[in-house]
């Protein structure tokens, strides 16, 4: 996909905004919604870092702004963080692996999974708990997808659901499992020779910021049921995102 510089720089700023909020919403998201369109415009190696820069600034920025002291559970960080170490390593070399189309079809195959998975959680299987033990694999398959797509959300997201989070515990463990291993994703993309930054990244740290205010306003003046609906339906458009950069590749 091929735009005009002026032009594909709004897009982008417009993109990383509503990536923004949503992230603020629900405590990931951020990358299901950029990463198709991203991929498609700049390049996946780009995007990967553009999404890594971008999000950490709204993630901190989610956990500076909040009304009362964050309060991840310690335990669950540190059981996703720690798994995701192996994983991360090798989502490095997928990312240097994969041809640019295949990489794309490997996103846009990855969000219409978190799609499913997310009307999954809606259901009543929402109110299964699982064992501790099962944060071995979804830190694993986490962080493979965190290094070669950015989108190490919904293995964690699924994970954590099932821990019997209550949504804020939930949103600040999601936050600061993204905060602890961003120094090994970054290391783990530089080993592979990946780390490559989109020239114009510094105007979308300022659309992340922007969306991250917003965002914060709307969680705190939706309710639960309401802005899950927003986050399901802006994730399904991501979907339709992914299918349609590939077709006009």
Do not use: N
């Not at 990536?19 to 996946?44: V, W």
């Not at 939930?170 to 592979?192: E, F, G, Q």
């Not at 965002?215 to 003046?221: D, I, Q, Y």
């Amino acid at each position: 996909m091929h735009l005009d510089g002026g032009i594909l720089l709004g897009a982008l700023f417009g993109l990383i905004f509503v990536s923004a909020i949503l992230q603020s919403l629900s405590g990931f998201g951020f990358a299901l919604l950029s990463a198709p369109l991203l991929a498609a415009t700049i390049g996946g190696a780009e995007a990967v870092s553009t999404i890594i820069i971008t999000g950490t600034v709204c993630d901190v920025a989610i956990l500076a702004m909040r009304r009362s002291v964050p309060r991840p559970v310690a335990r669950e960080v540190w059981a996703l963080a720690g798994w995701s170490v192996p994983g991360m390593l090798a989502g490095a070399w997928l990312l240097a692996w994969l041809p640019a189309s295949g990489l794309q079809i490997f996103v846009a195959c990855v969000v219409i999974g978190a799609v499913v998975l997310r009307l999954r959680l809606r259901s009543r299987e929402r109110d299964v708990v699982v064992r501790p033990v099962w944060a071995v694999p979804a830190g694993l398959l986490s962080g493979a997808l965190s290094t070669s797509t950015s989108l190490g959300g919904p293995p964690s997201v699924y994970y954590l659901v099932h821990r019997d989070l209550k949504p804020h515990a939930m949103r600040d463990t999601l936050v600061t499992v993204s905060l602890v291993r961003l120094p090994l994703s970054v290391a783990s993309l530089v080993l592979a020779g990946t780390w490559v930054t989109y020239e114009y990244w510094l105007p979308l740290v300022g659309a992340a910021l922007l969306g991250q205010q917003v965002g914060a306003r709307a969680f705190h003046a939706f309710g639960s049921s309401r802005y899950e609906r927003v986050v399901l339906c802006l994730l399904v458009v991501s979907a339709l995102v992914s299918v349609g950069a590939l077709l006009i590749r």
